[in-house]
């Protein structure tokens, strides 16, 4: 079979990630590891299945375009203003202090300050797929860490635009090609610089423009016209045209996709675009991934493994206190720091793209060019195991605090009944408490949303309500019902063991997502759990049937029956572990819940329902 044939990579390649990243995932490692150890395996290094991974790694590098343009529709340009100061203070400083650290150590080690520059500049940036890829996957990616992790990889991809621009100025070649996604137009390169600086101001303008003002009515166009493929070409051509116009003059791709995902974070459009890019970013990324595991030199690792070992070791170290200690400058929480740390001390893809540029350029040898490529695929290689190490080693012995961007709110009142979350959930208990005169402490960690409901007449108070000393603050000691109402299933559990710990006279009223996390909160000893999605779901039952024909007292008693016999099941199923054993006595309860309701006449097992007054419903049945 030639092995040089599409079909022939495409089936080798779907079917090893087929295989690994299922059992990676199920083994707690996460997908980027699956990938990369699919790749390892057909590479040269193991069966040989298939060749020179570069070209497929040119290819797959538009995954990170991609990812980038999803990022950006789902953060808001105040929110990306709101971050500048880590953007260019965090992620400044981490490139310019490795740069400058990497650049003499290897003065030290002989080379010329030339070939040094461009080796700090090669390795300072980070991954930006596997490390946003594995935080999304984690569910960090709105934690300190994921947050600080955002702002240095953001920042890293725009200084790769003027590194770009250095490396010609240290080489002795030719200065008018680049390779991969990065690449550079002649055409601009032979442009006086003031040319060149309008051309991409006039690219980054355009972008917006293009975005608030040509973008959104195509949009609006296509969705009329209700054909789902062409919704999708036109996500995709707008991220391909962006693609086009960055390369043109010379700008990150990545950069320029993630603008335009920014511009169009507030549309209508926002959640098709981002359903319809999702697959192809998946699969590129994982693509991305696979070739970086194929290109792997094992054979230089198997002639130089000391060399090639401390190489990799020592830019890990170098990076990762670079990254711990401006973590801490910037006041992230240890357990945040740690994460933060571990996550970024790997080189970046951005690296392959320096380094082929670097070596047209006649700047580095090709063995040296060889031996960083290696320690650059190992590090990346390695990532998703610091992740893993945090995850199960350091993050349990460590904690999991959040380091405070301000200082809890003082609180002054005291009543009878604290909420534990203002969001939509919260928000609704809290408003239908309020209308019937209860008062109420409210506690939220997000200080925007604390700061945005202030100005519609809540005393909302920001802090976190897990923290013992802050619920006292809130009059804990004095009050009588604490409503749990946070969105994290986690923090909802960490909660109700703080309370039981320091408040135990608190009665506990806790939110919960679905069944399994009622399981956990029974488990934890709770009483009154209140599922999302219960009442709703009731709710809309109850109105079918009543526009099926039934009565409303007839449909609501129904609605009440189930509720009152799956709370009951729930009580005893909560406490089963046995997957089997669980199914058959949850048919069991199914089958005997139909027969309640269809026949009627075990209601009274399990309590009639006392709502409706049935004489006064008889009374007036007899004056009709």
Not at 120 to 133: D, E, H, N, R
Not at 523 to 542: F, K, P, Q, T, W
Request: proline residues 3%.
């Amino acid at each position: 079979m030639d092995q040089s044939s599409f079909l022939y990579q495409a089936l080798v390649y779907l079917t090893a990630a087929v295989l690994l990243v299922p059992l990676a995932k199920k083994a707690g490692l996460g997908s980027v590891l699956g990938y990369l150890v699919a790749g390892m395996l057909i590479g040269p290094a193991f069966l040989n299945l298939v060749g020179d991974s570069s070209d497929v790694m040119h290819a797959a590098e538009f995954g990170v375009v991609l990812m980038l343009f999803v990022i950006g529709l789902e953060l808001e340009p105040r929110l990306l203003w709101k971050m500048r100061k880590p953007i260019l203070g965090l992620g400044g400083l981490q490139v310019l202090c490795t740069m400058a650290i990497v650049m003499v150590l290897a003065m030290t080690m002989g080379y010329d300050w030339k070939i040094a520059l461009a080796i700090g500049m090669i390795v300072a940036p980070s991954s930006t797929a596997i490390v946003l890829q594995t935080l999304q996957e984690k569910g960090l990616m709105k934690s300190e860490a994921g947050q600080s992790s955002f702002s240095v990889l953001l920042f890293q991809d725009i200084a790769v635009i003027p590194m770009l621009a250095i490396l010609p100025l240290l080489g002795s070649g030719p200065a008018n090609t680049t390779n991969g996604t990065h690449q550079s137009s002649a055409w601009i390169d032979h442009q006086p610089a003031w040319i060149q600086t309008l051309l991409v101001l006039a690219a980054v303008v355009f972008i917006i423009f293009a975005g608030r003002k040509l973008v959104r009515p195509l949009l609006r166009m296509v969705a009329a016209a209700r054909v789902r493929e062409v919704f999708t070409a036109t996500a995709l051509l707008l991220v391909i045209g962006i693609t086009l116009l960055m390369t043109q003059v010379g700008l990150s791709p990545a950069l320029g996709t993630f603008l335009a995902g920014v511009v169009l974070a507030d549309s209508e459009y926002r959640h098709e675009l981002e359903s319809d890019i999702e697959p192809f970013k998946g699969m590129l990324l994982g693509l991305f991934f696979i070739a970086i595991g194929a290109s792997i030199n094992f054979q230089l690792l198997m002639n130089l493994p000391v060399l090639l070992l401390g190489i990799v070791l020592g830019l890990m170290i170098v990076k990762g206190l670079v990254l711990f200690v401006l973590g801490r400058f910037f006041r992230l929480g240890t357990d945040q720091n740690l994460l933060f740390s571990l996550g970024l001390c790997q080189v970046g893809e951005f690296a392959f793209v320096l380094l082929s540029f670097s070596r047209q350029e006649q700047l580095i040898s090709n063995e040296i060019t060889d031996l960083i490529m290696a320690a650059v695929a190992l590090s990346m290689a390695l990532t998703p195991i610091l992740f893993l190490l945090f995850e199960r080693i350091i993050q349990p012995r460590v904690g999991t605090k959040q380091a405070i961007e301000k200082a809890p709110d003082a609180i002054h009142e005291k009543n009878p009944v604290i909420i534990a979350g203002f969001g939509h959930f919260g928000n609704t208990v809290g408003r239908f408490l309020r209308a019937n005169g209860i008062g109420c402490t409210v506690l939220d960690i997000d200080s925007d949303r604390v700061d945005f409901l202030r100005k519609f007449g809540f005393n909302v108070y920001y802090g976190d309500a897990s923290r013992h000393d802050l619920l006292h603050a809130a009059g804990a000691a004095d009050a009588k019902i604490i409503l749990i109402t946070i969105g994290d299933n986690e923090k909802r559990l960490e909660m109700i063991e703080t309370i039981k710990k320091h408040f135990p006279h608190l009665q506990m009223m806790v939110r919960a997502a679905d069944r399994t996390d009622a399981y956990d909160q029974m488990n934890a000893g709770m009483l009154h759990i209140y599922r999302e999605n219960l009442d709703s779901s009731l709710r809309m039952g109850v109105d079918t049937l009543r526009l099926m024909g039934r009565r409303t007292y007839t449909a609501t008693r129904a609605a009440q029956t189930f509720l009152r016999y799956d709370e009951l099941a729930m009580k005893k199923l909560s406490s089963i572990r046995d997957p089997k054993q669980y199914i058959n006595i949850s048919r069991e309860f199914i089958d005997e819940l139909e027969r309640i309701i269809q026949t009627d006449t075990h209601a009274s097992d399990i309590g009639q329902q006392k709502g409706w007054d049935e004489e006064s419903l008889i009374e007036e049945m007899k004056d009709l």
